[in-house]
């Protein structure tokens, strides 16, 4: 039995901010469904509910060295779905108003990486697999490698190391390596953790780790360009023979409308001609659109960011409008951005409903009601959005990025394949014309009927993603 142990920044049900959260909430469970010993280690904010932090028990405390520092940490744990849960405890460090964008985030993911592996034999788990993830996580291979492993407890753990964004890469100025790393000059000098002058804990999460992956095989490829490399892309493609994409799934006991507790009509992909236009007339009943289940409704449920394609939204949307269809969105960011679907609703009343805010129970509501989703994202690693979309029937409308390629295939109205529709430059019309194409499937319902059956029978739970971690665990452990 191989022993895992997932490290990561956040995890629903936990505390979330983004989709890793997601992701640590469903791969350890769908890991330990396959016989694995599975933990999960976070840090103990002060923003996860009182709820859970009661049922936390504590498992250990002590010290961890930080460079100069002696600092305290504390171990809690819980369980859920078969997974150890444990929470590194400093309230110090964790004991803040949000989770990131503090002056001494380097410090605080530095101490989170020791603590972690200080922890290990004083827990009683020795793990094969130290699974890390994004930058938060990226000193555990260095602390692990430079500095753990003269002990004999440590030596044959192996790193793997998940990017989930290559965009945020927790870089810091040199003077870290002495004052917070604590490890020698050497390893900024020889270019293991330095990338254009500065510490990147994302790189050193990289070039320590055994093998490296992402969040789709599109995704994979496409950091190794310049467009989407971030300043990475040479050492990416140095390192081309240790890294691999591998779409995350959905966590279908969250997202199924067979059982969502959120909506108005329970369906299925036998029987949503009867039922999904009930959640459509519930929802344009509460928003205050019109009551028409002939309407098609196009929704987005998003952050209000330009990664999003939100600018191609922007530039299109009257145009689209003037067709006889519904626009909802639900989101929160840029207040720019706010202001623009704020001042739509305004101007469409009728058509365009802007909810900025976001509310779970209200995504679950949208992705039953709708008919098309739309996601035109600049650059999608894996995207969550879309396979939501396609349990739920609401046919995604993408550009041909990262995990969006992967998973939303082409429909073909003769053979009646596929299960949604794709663009594939980042362009604001050819998202209109690929629209009315999905506009115009929707007005033939045999046509439609098959797209929507498609996308709903599409498989993207996790149990093949998850089979391909085991299955990399093992090359691994292997070599």
């Not at 009661?54 to 002590?62: E, L, Q, T």
């Not at 929470?87 to 990131?100: A, T, V």
């Not at 509310?359 to 995207?383: K, R, T, W």
Request: proline letters at 4%; one cysteine or more; hydrophobic letters at 40%.
């Amino acid at each position: 039995m191989v022993n895992v142990l997932f490290a990561a920044s956040e995890a629903v049900p936990f505390i979330k901010t983004g989709g890793l959260a997601d992701v640590m909430g469903s791969l350890p469970k769908a890991l330990a469904a396959q016989g694995m010993d599975v933990r999960l280690v976070l840090p103990k904010y002060s923003q996860i509910s009182e709820e859970w932090q009661a049922k936390m028990k504590p498992v250990v405390h002590g010290m961890v060295n930080l460079a100069w520092r002696q600092l305290y940490f504390g171990v809690e744990a819980v369980e859920i779905d078969g997974v150890t849960v444990y929470f590194i405890d400093n309230e110090w460090y964790f004991k803040r108003d949000r989770l990131y964008g503090f002056e001494d985030d380097d410090e605080r993911f530095a101490y989170f990486c020791r603590a972690v592996l200080t922890m290990l034999p004083q827990i009683g788990f020795q793990p094969d697999i130290i699974h890390c993830n994004d930058w938060h996580t990226g000193l555990m291979g260095v602390f692990l490698k430079e500095d753990f492993a003269h002990d004999p407890f440590y030596q044959y753990m192996k790193i793997i190391y998940t990017i989930h964004n290559l965009k945020y890469q927790g870089i810091y100025p040199p003077s870290i390596m002495q004052d917070i790393i604590g490890l020698p000059q050497e390893l900024f000098d020889n270019g293991n953790l330095e990338c254009d002058g500065c510490v990147n804990y994302m790189k050193s999460g990289m070039v320590y780790a055994d093998y490296i992956t992402t969040v789709s095989k599109t995704y994979a490829r496409e950091i190794m360009y310049p467009y989407f490399g971030e300043r990475l892309d040479g050492y990416l493609r140095d390192a081309k023979d240790r890294l691999t994409g591998i779409i995350n799934g959905l966590d279908e006991d969250v997202y199924n409308p067979e059982t969502d507790t959120f909506i108005k009509a329970p369906y299925t992909a036998a029987n949503f001609p009867l039922w999904k236009h009930v959640n459509k007339e519930a929802l344009q009943e509460e928003l205050g659109l019109p009551v028409n289940r002939n309407v098609p409704m196009i929704a987005m449920v998003t952050r209000l960011v330009a990664d999003k394609g939100l600018d191609l939204v922007t530039c299109i949307i009257d145009e689209l409008l003037a067709e006889d269809v519904q626009f909802v969105l639900v989101g929160t960011g840029d207040w720019a951005y706010e202001d623009t679907f704020r001042n739509l609703a305004q101007r469409y009343p009728t058509k365009v409903s802007a909810n900025i805010l976001f509310n779970e129970g209200l995504a679950h509501q949208v992705y039953a009601a709708s008919d098309i989703f739309i996601m035109p994202s600049s650059y999608e690693p894996c995207g969550l959005s879309q396979l939501i979309a396609l349990k739920y029937g609401s046919i995604p409308v993408v550009r041909e990025t990262g995990g969006l390629k992967d998973t939303v295939i082409p429909f073909n109205k003769y053979t009646k394949q596929g299960n949604g529709l794709t663009f594939k430059n980042f362009n604001a019309h050819e998202l209109l014309f690929t629209i009315k194409r999905a506009l115009g499937y929707y007005a033939d319902s045999v046509v439609w009927e098959s797209l929507v059956r498609n996308a709903m029978e599409s498989d993207y739970g996790w149990s093949r993603s998850a089979k391909a971690y085991a299955d990399l665990y093992q090359r691994v452990l292997k070599k």
